[in-house]
């Protein structure tokens, strides 16, 4: 294959988000990019560090893409709304770009995630604050919802669900409106995250002594 000029960090980053939505995000490598494109691994080390600085790139693409798509549906929306507006989006990407989606569930820093991170972050943390949800409670709440979420993706994309009735859509519907039951019941917390009175615990522990 003959190599291909003009390579940049931006063209290798789009190619390699392609590659992880075809075999993987975690077999994404500075090799498998190189045969990609049509050059030798050597070639590629003047714009990446390795394979975890590619990874890593993979991860802030999806996000600027999916904090942009989460924009758009979040407008002027908040409440039930909103969740439904952003477990939608959060659906439709993971199918479109299963890799990519995969990144954006992997640990990456704060300073790697930069403003596309921050982003997605404070959209997310809006639709908390459409339920009225405490802000010491908001990132737990945010967690659940992404929890649910990807898991949901997950069960689904294996297969999880096509051995049962009812179908997966069913399901998929139930588990927003139970979502939605849970962010508008949010239960009190205690700020350091704790949900429960250690005080009414002990006083419970006596009573059935």
Known sequence: MAARAGLTIDSLTASAAELADEVGFERVTVSELARRVGVKPASLYSHLRGSDDLRGRISVLALSELGDRLSIALAGRSGRHALD?????????????????????????????????????ALMLGIMRGYDIPPQEQTHAVRLVSAAVDGFIR????????????????????????????????PAGAPDGSSVDNRETDNSERTSR
Do not use: C
Not at 90 to 98: C, D, L, T, V
């Open 155 to 186: 069960l689904q994309a294996n297969g999880s669900f096509d051995r049962s009735e009812p179908n997966a859509e069913a399901s998929w519907t139930r588990m927003i409106q139970a979502l939605d039951t849970a962010l508008s019941h949010w």
């Open 85 to 121: 507006a952003v477990v939608t989006v959060m659906r439709s990407y993971a199918h479109e770009h299963p890799g990519r989606w995969e990144s954006t569930q992997v640990r990456i820093t704060a300073s790697e995630a930069g403003p596309v991170g921050a982003k997605v972050g």
